[in-house]
């Protein structure tokens, strides 16, 4: 609520519940699964997660799309 208003629900098709007890869990088995589908580098700190990659040529460029591909939700 801001200045009284208040936003509609919407329903959330991804991620992990917030403030729950088993939220953090969650998040965690999410996160360190990335590296068993990617090729690129998983980089992870707290609730941020980076793949990296250097791109030095088309194939390096296709690799990385996979890997955000395969790790995107659908």
């Given at each position: 609520?801001?200045?009284?208003?208040?936003?509609?629900?919407?329903?959330?098709?991804?991620?992990?519940?917030?403030?729950?007890?088993?939220?953090?869990t969650?998040?965690?088995?999410?996160?360190?699964?990335?590296?068993?589908?990617?090729?690129?580098?998983?980089?992870?700190?707290?609730?941020?997660?980076?793949?990296?990659?250097?791109?030095?040529?088309?194939?390096?460029?296709?690799?990385?799309?996979?890997?955000?591909?395969?790790?995107a939700?659908?």
């Open positions: 609520m801001v200045d009284g208003y208040l936003s509609d629900d919407q329903p959330v098709k991804s991620g992990v519940p917030q403030g729950s007890v088993l939220g953090p969650f998040f965690t088995v999410a996160a360190n699964s990335l590296s068993t589908r990617v090729k690129s580098t998983v980089l992870q700190y707290a609730d941020a997660v980076v793949l990296h990659r250097t791109v030095s040529s088309e194939d390096d460029c296709r690799s990385l799309q996979e890997d955000l591909d395969n790790i939700v659908r």
